[in-house]
């Protein structure tokens, strides 16, 4: 019989709690803002917003602990980002109420593409070069973005470059963990917190009741539906399936959907599958053992759920923490991801160039008709693969030339492709 050591262990291995903190701390800190602007957009006040956070936490931590504890996988959910952005934008002079009432809209939509399966179908279409291209395009800015810092902020960003190189040659898997403790002691060194302004204080839940009207629908509810779908849940499931995760992706959408519906009241604009967040989870650093990679995700449900009880502290604790600190453990936390992201993108010849389009189309961060680059950079992949595809079927097939024998290069399925 396991000792209690020995549960405490599975339960909790050091560098899947790390994941799981670092996934939300990256987050939050992205794109919180964007949530208290959104919500002050539809006149919310103090109450209001810790409410809004509230349940936003509450729904991504039952959505990650029960679609990771159900599935096996790390399955990582987020507020949608892009969506917080339209609302900052399209809220301004909208009652609460209706706006509401645009969230269930959105919800429902997302609900009706579980039960229907629609977006599963067309997710079964998308080949894994091209996935894997577009997760590295999401994730290329991260990358860059741990080098980039160390202009500004050298003594926080090298650090922890240094403490990561270091570790992966002798403690692999805490390499992420040592990184993130080097970086926060040397910010606290150079003077980078702002402690004075940090509060700590619970959210209570406001409960608005819906209203709809059919402008607020078209104007708010369906384009937020839209960039939920295009800019979160589709590069989501890239993540999932480069990852080398076959979770069925009806579900997926379907309880997403419907812990949305049912927290909108409160302020739950928009759940769905993380991306970027999600390949911290998924990768090495969070598990060696990818079967085990979930305890990531459930940590991350965990955190969330605390980000949600305390969200006017989260909102000053962002207001305290050193950016460069977030941007640079964010990049060592998906370095080897991008690397096998790539290696998969780049892996079939036939492919390669579609997958390079993907990737550099993803990459510029392009935004046309208020949908973003992951979708653009999928769409224009495909575009490329097709225009290959029908120029070989129609070309003159010509006998190969004979060749040397040798063994056949191995092909990874995507349920066996190589763990990030």
Not at 134 to 158: K, Q, W
Not at 176 to 205: F, H, N, Q, Y
Not at 317 to 324: D, G, I, Q, S, V
């Amino acid at each position: 019989m396991p000792s209690f050591t020995d549960r405490v262990r599975a339960a909790a291995p050091p560098s899947a709690v790390a994941a799981g903190l670092i996934a939300v701390t990256v987050g939050v800190t992205s794109s919180a803002a964007l949530v208290f602007t959104a919500a002050k957009a539809a006149g919310a006040g103090p109450r209001e917003i810790g409410s809004w956070m509230l349940a936003l936490g509450v729904g991504l931590a039952l959505t990650c602990v029960g679609l990771s504890l159900r599935y096996r996988a790390p399955v990582v959910t987020a507020w949608s980002t892009p969506g917080a952005a339209l609302l900052a934008t399209s809220l301004t002079g909208v009652p609460m109420a209706r706006a509401v009432g645009a969230f269930v809209l959105s919800a429902l939509l997302v609900l009706l593409t579980g039960l229907t399966g629609w977006f599963a179908r067309a997710m079964d279409r998308i080949p894994v070069p091209l996935a894997s291209a577009l997760l590295a395009g999401v994730l290329l800015r991260f990358g860059t973005g741990l080098f980039s810092t160390m202009h500004g902020s050298f003594t926080v960003a090298f650090p922890v470059f240094v403490l990561y190189v270091v570790a992966r040659r002798i403690a692999p898997r805490y390499a992420v963990l040592i990184a993130l403790a080097g970086g926060v002691l040397a910010s606290v060194l150079t003077g980078g917190w702002r402690l004075d302004t940090l509060r700590v204080s619970l959210a209570t839940p406001v409960f608005v009741a819906p209203e709809f009207d059919w402008k607020v629908l078209i104007s708010v509810g369906v384009p937020l539906f839209v960039v939920t779908m295009a800019s979160q849940n589709l590069p989501g499931v890239a993540v999932l399936r480069a990852s080398g995760y076959s979770v069925p992706v009806s579900p997926l959408m379907t309880w997403t959907g419907a812990a949305n519906v049912l927290l909108a009241p409160f302020g739950a604009f928009g759940l769905n599958l993380a991306a970027i967040t999600a390949a911290i989870c998924t990768g090495e650093e969070a598990h060696p053992d990818r079967n085990k990679r979930y305890t990531a995700a459930v940590w991350a449900g965990v955190f969330y759920l605390c980000v949600g009880v305390f969200g006017a502290t989260v909102a000053s604790l962002l207001t305290a923490m050193p950016h460069a600190l977030v941007l640079a453990t964010a990049g060592v936390g998906l370095l080897a991801t991008i690397e096998s992201s790539l290696t998969t993108a780049l892996s079939d010849k036939n492919s390669r160039e579609a997958a390079v389009v993907t990737f550099l189309a993803t990459a510029s961060g392009v935004t046309l008709l208020g949908v973003g680059s992951a979708f653009w950079g999928l769409l224009a992949g495909a575009l490329t693969a097709l225009v290959a595809n029908v120029g070989r079927r129609r070309g003159t097939r010509t006998p190969a030339a004979p060749t040397p024998a040798a063994p056949a290069p191995a092909q990874n399925h995507p349920a066996e492709a190589p763990s990030p």
